[in-house]
């Protein structure tokens, strides 16, 4: 019966959403009324209202909606969603303030005279659009009040003139910033938490180990990954369309016939360019950039975007008046002025140490309130012409309020989808298609495709991605990350706008379009441009690494980037440096050589040990890369002919399993059954027969299953163990060789501090013999701490805390004191003596063998990648590798 009520779930979803019922209140209805029903009816026909649900109630599931979307959205950490306002608020600012009218005029100008260069402006204003404003109604309606036009009246194909301009317009859904993007990021957040969970369960199922390995687990993508991600696909779409009209207008020069500019290329054209075109870049690169560069988040991003929006409708609402520009100078300069300062102080008011930083910081708050004028004296721009604000904030909190009432009313129905068994069912389909992942995400694809033609991308992006993504990132054979499906998805989805019937860039061109222009005009048009867009999913889906990379990039090069010891980046930066020491081995081994000639005599014993076994293991890493490589290069041998009989194992196994748990479930319905008494014997047959029926198939896949792999696995596992105790010897050998000489090095490099910290050792027997044993322990300790930002130095402190010791109690015993500090005296001169004589001889020299192998057998020590191995690490990330064979 569960299945039933789960096909009068998508029944009466389907039938609300077609009938126009607003998908605010049309997703949590269908919840509301399918639940409710199945309730009622097991209250009368079973006599239990929770009879019909796969598990627990309607109670349950009519508050588990809300419950999932509160622990969502309510917790500080999940701020995803913030970021909706503040980008809608920026969009519609801008196409208030008729920025895209600007551009479409100034860039058709530009363009015109080369075949096509009609249609190529409007792809490139649709592109700068996209990355400001991502409103598609208003694109789309500014492009075909100004474009279509001039486009007809040129001679332009009419469905290649329509079909531009629709393509165009959906580019902000999926260049950043996009609300799109934002959105599945949130829902992929979750999906990542749920497919995190079921691949840790499976690990410990299948291998009997507690913990997953970070390396093999699934990475969760926030809106900044999203954002990169989708940029270069964005992209790469953008050239598919300028490529695609120029083809066409060189191949039939009727269809898009080139447009000759009446005007001068003067200096008042260029300055006209100049003016529509620089103000947007800039809002991109300011809003883009700080979250490339790690110096914003994507709510601080929108923040900055929500702001630049104001300051540049403020001077385009008010275009003739006196002092236009005004409020954008002054805000421009105080910019300037804080970013020149901070290359030259840290501004910081609880930090001031002299004069200068202070009067920099005065300078910076005279140029931040200059900033708060020019941006108040722009938001009564925006108040006062044509109630401009008032407007764009109404139409922000409209479109906030849908969004987050479809994201309630979304939770609710997946929940009711889980209250009947959908997911499980969703599962057991995917999980059960022939060809493994790939099937299982092309299905996935198609449909998203076929919803597009009916469903808003919000409904898609709610509805469908919690319930398929959780099986796709949980599958270890293709090991996607978020951010890839994500942009797949948001690719896909962005047919949506375009697929007829219910495309709405369809729809709005068709409200703007003049007469001549026909319904079936506009349709043909976006047939190519669907096209196009399925060849740049397909471009982004064989090249993975066109969408990981940027993130990963941004990610490794960022001030809060992991340290390279981290186990996630260990594979690429091998794969990387192995080449190297092979490549360089001679000239490593002459670094090593030269260093460990040096005369340590001078420094203790323990030390001179540590650095001595150091260079010895440096000369072992040669040996130790050569044996990884032979591990591996075994290991990936086996790996390739035994994967499939793995994964085809795994997959019988899987099945069975669920088979069985399935006969379990049918013999206690049975058993339960017979001891009420109350079916008839037709029935009881017809579920015996089904028991029967599910014990055939189990016995025909326990027939069929691998007799070999079973030892198969077991050479695997013992190939799969040496690699990792090559590679775990080549890292820990690395350490050993890089730390003692790095330690070496800071000691040295610490020698002026050491000397002057001759007073803080010096002085203690003076503040014994002159303050009360109290006073005395308190600068005694803070000397301590003095001490404690120096390396090496733990002995000298050791005995100056057994001096502070001896005065604790009633009693204190200042001759033990006193001894114990005389010691720790002794003990600072013998440290500065050996310091002063090894920074003379050995610094310079060290120094030079420490740079020579900073990036390579000492990498894994340092606090981050250097830029050249960060981008080819980034590089490597982003292939999807294949890591079935672990579970």
């Known amino acids: 019966m569960e299945l039933v009520f789960l096909c009068v779930l998508?029944?009466?979803?389907?039938?609300?959403?077609?009938?126009?019922?607003?998908?605010?209140?049309?997703?949590?209805?269908?919840a509301i009324f399918t639940i409710s029903l199945a309730?009622?009816?097991?209250?009368?026909?079973?006599?239990?209202?929770?009879?019909?649900?796969?598990?627990?109630?309607?109670?349950?599931?009519l508050t588990a909606g809300i419950t999932n979307f509160r622990s969502l959205y309510w917790e500080v950490e999940r701020d995803t969603l913030i970021a909706i306002p503040l980008f809608v608020f920026m969009g519609i600012m801008l196409e208030r303030s008729r920025i895209a009218e600007d551009l479409l005029v100034s860039m058709a100008r530009?363009?015109?005279?080369?075949?096509?260069?009609?249609?190529?402006?409007?792809?490139?204003?649709?592109?700068?659009?996209?990355?400001?404003?991502?409103?598609?109604?208003?694109?789309?309606?500014?492009?075909?009040?100004?474009?279509?036009?001039?486009?007809?009246?040129?001679?332009?194909?009419?469905?290649?003139?329509?079909?531009?301009?629709?393509?165009?317009?959906?580019?902000?859904?999926?260049?950043?910033?996009?609300i799109v993007l934002i959105i599945l990021a949130d829902q992929l957040a979750n999906a990542a938490d749920q497919a995190s969970t079921q691949r840790k369960a499976e690990y410990k199922e299948l291998t009997g180990e507690f913990a997953l390995p970070s390396e093999l687990d699934i990475t969760s993508a926030s809106a900044g990954d999203m954002f990169m991600g989708a940029l270069i696909p964005g992209l790469i779409l953008v050239s598919l369309y300028m490529?695609?009209?120029?083809?066409?207008?060189?191949?039939?020069?009727?269809?898009?016939?080139?447009?000759?500019?009446?005007?001068?290329?003067?200096?008042?054209?260029?300055?006209?360019?100049?003016?529509?075109?620089?103000?947007?870049?800039?809002?991109?690169?300011?809003?883009?950039?700080?979250?490339?560069?790690?110096?914003?988040?994507?709510?601080?991003?929108?923040?900055?975007?929500?702001?630049?929006?104001?300051?540049?409708?403020?001077?385009?609402?008010?275009?003739?008046?006196?002092?236009?520009?005004?409020?954008?100078?002054?805000?421009?300069?105080?910019?300037?002025?804080?970013?020149?300062?901070?290359?030259?102080?840290?501004?910081?008011?609880k930090n001031i140490h002299n004069q200068a930083e202070f009067v920099a910081i005065v300078i910076a708050c005279a140029a931040v309130m200059v900033f708060l004028v020019a941006l108040i004296w722009s938001i009564w721009r925006a108040y006062t012409m044509n109630n401009t604000l008032i407007s764009v904030m109404v139409d922000t909190a409209k479109t906030t309020s849908m969004v987050f009432i479809i994201l309630i009313g979304a939770a609710m129905l997946t929940s009711a989808f889980r209250a009947f068994g959908g997911e499980e069912l969703v599962r057991h389909f995917l999980t059960g298609l022939p060809g493994g992942f790939w099937t299982q995400f092309l299905v996935v694809m198609l449909v998203i495709f076929l919803l597009g033609f009916f469903l808003d991308f919000i409904e898609i992006a709610v509805v469908v991605v919690p319930i398929v993504a959780p099986i796709l990132l949980s599958d270890p054979s293709a090991n996607i990350t978020a951010v890839w499906l994500g942009v797949m998805v948001g690719l896909n989805i962005q047919t949506s706008f375009l697929t007829p019937p219910f495309g709405f860039a369809l729809f709005y061109l068709r409200g703007v379009a003049p007469p001549s222009v026909k319904t079936t005009h506009i349709y043909k048009g976006a047939v190519a441009f669907i096209g196009l867009q399925l060849m740049g999913l397909a471009i982004a889906g064989y090249f993975p690494s066109l969408v990981n990379y940027?993130?990963?990039?941004?990610?490794?090069?960022?001030?809060?980037?992991?340290?390279?010891?981290?186990?996630?980046?260990?594979?690429?930066?091998?794969?990387?440096?192995?080449?190297?020491?092979?490549?360089?081995?001679?000239?490593?081994?002459?670094?090593?050589?030269?260093?460990?000639?040096?005369?340590?005599?001078?420094?203790?014993?323990?030390?001179?040990?540590?650095?001595?076994?150091?260079?010895?293991?440096?000369?072992?890493?040669?040996?130790?890369?050569?044996?990884?490589?032979?591990?591996?290069?075994?290991?990936?041998?086996?790996?390739?002919?035994?994967?499939?009989?793995?994964?085809?194992?795994?997959?019988?196994?899987?099945?069975?399993?669920?088979?069985?748990?399935?006969?379990?479930?049918?013999?206690?319905?049975?058993?339960?059954?017979?001891?009420?008494?109350?079916?008839?014997?037709?029935?009881?047959g017809k579920l015996e027969e089904h028991i029967r029926d599910l014990e055939s198939q189990a016995d025909e896949i326990k027939a069929n299953i691998s007799d070999t792999w079973q030892s198969r696995h077991a050479e695997y596992s013992e190939l799969a163990k040496a690699d990792k105790i090559a590679r775990g010897q080549y890292r820990r050998g690395t350490d050993a060789a890089y730390e003692p000489v790095a330690y070496l090095h800071t000691l040295l490099t610490q020698v002026d501090a050491l000397e002057a910290a001759t007073e803080i050792v010096n002085g203690v027997g003076e503040i014994i013999q002159q303050e009360t044993a109290e006073s005395a322990m308190e600068l005694i300790k803070a000397r301590e701490s003095e001490l404690?930002?120096?390396?090496?130095?733990?002995?000298?402190?050791?005995?100056?805390?057994?001096?502070?010791?001896?005065?604790?109690?009633?009693?204190?015993?200042?001759?033990?004191?006193?001894?114990?500090?005389?010691?720790?005296?002794?003990?600072?001169?013998?440290?500065?003596?050996?310091?002063?004589?090894?920074?003379?001889?050995?610094?310079?020299?060290?120094?030079?063998?420490?740079?020579?192998?900073?990036?390579?057998?000492?990498?894994?020590?340092?606090?981050r990648l250097p830029l050249d191995l960060a981008k080819s690490v980034a590089t490597c990330l982003s292939h999807h590798r294949d890591i079935s064979l672990h579970f």
């Open 39 to 61: 309730a009622v009816s097991g209250y009368f026909f079973a006599g239990d209202p929770s009879a019909y649900f796969a598990q627990d109630g309607p109670t349950q599931w």
């Open 243 to 349: 490529l695609y009209i120029l083809i066409v207008a060189i191949l039939k020069p009727k269809t898009a016939p080139p447009v000759p500019y009446d005007g001068k290329y003067d200096r008042k054209f260029a300055l006209g360019v100049a003016l529509s075109l620089i103000p947007p870049l800039t809002l991109i690169f300011v809003v883009l950039g700080s979250i490339i560069l790690g110096v914003a988040t994507v709510n601080q991003a929108g923040a900055i975007g929500a702001v630049g929006a104001i300051i540049m409708g403020g001077y385009r609402l008010t275009q003739g008046h006196r002092h236009q520009f005004t409020p954008t100078i002054l805000a421009l300069l105080s910019i300037a002025v804080i970013v020149v300062l901070l290359q030259f102080f840290e501004l910081n008011i």
């Open 10 to 30: 998508i029944l009466v979803m389907i039938v609300a959403l077609s009938s126009g019922f607003p998908v605010a209140f049309a997703l949590p209805g269908s």
């Open 788 to 863: 404690s930002e120096l390396e090496g130095v733990s002995h000298i402190k050791s005995a100056l805390s057994k001096s502070r010791r001896a005065l604790k109690g009633d009693n204190p015993d200042l001759a033990k004191a006193l001894d114990q500090v005389a010691i720790a005296e002794e003990l600072y001169q013998e440290e500065l003596n050996w310091r002063l004589r090894a920074r003379a001889e050995l610094l310079e020299p060290l120094s030079a063998y420490i740079d020579e192998i900073r990036g390579n057998i000492g990498v894994r020590m340092q606090t």
């Open 110 to 178: 530009l363009f015109g005279p080369i075949p096509g260069g009609l249609g190529i402006s409007v792809v490139f204003v649709g592109a700068l659009l996209a990355a400001t404003t991502g409103i598609l109604g208003a694109t789309v309606i500014a492009m075909g009040l100004i474009s279509l036009p001039a486009m007809l009246r040129n001679n332009y194909s009419r469905p290649l003139a329509t079909g531009t301009i629709c393509a165009s317009g959906t580019l902000g859904q999926i260049i950043p910033p996009s």
């Open 550 to 684: 940027m993130p990963n990039r941004t990610h490794l090069t960022a001030e809060t980037a992991p340290p390279p010891v981290n186990p996630k980046l260990q594979y690429c930066i091998e794969e990387d440096l192995f080449p190297y020491y092979l490549d360089n081995r001679q000239s490593l081994l002459g670094a090593i050589d030269d260093a460990s000639r040096l005369n340590y005599s001078m420094l203790p014993e323990d030390l001179r040990d540590k650095v001595t076994s150091g260079f010895d293991e440096a000369r072992s890493v040669f040996l130790r890369v050569e044996q990884s490589q032979l591990a591996a290069a075994t290991l990936q041998e086996y790996s390739d002919g035994f994967r499939a009989e793995h994964q085809q194992y795994r997959r019988q196994e899987r099945f069975l399993r669920r088979l069985e748990n399935e006969i379990e479930d049918e013999l206690d319905l049975l058993d339960r059954l017979q001891r009420q008494g109350a079916p008839s014997d037709e029935e009881l």
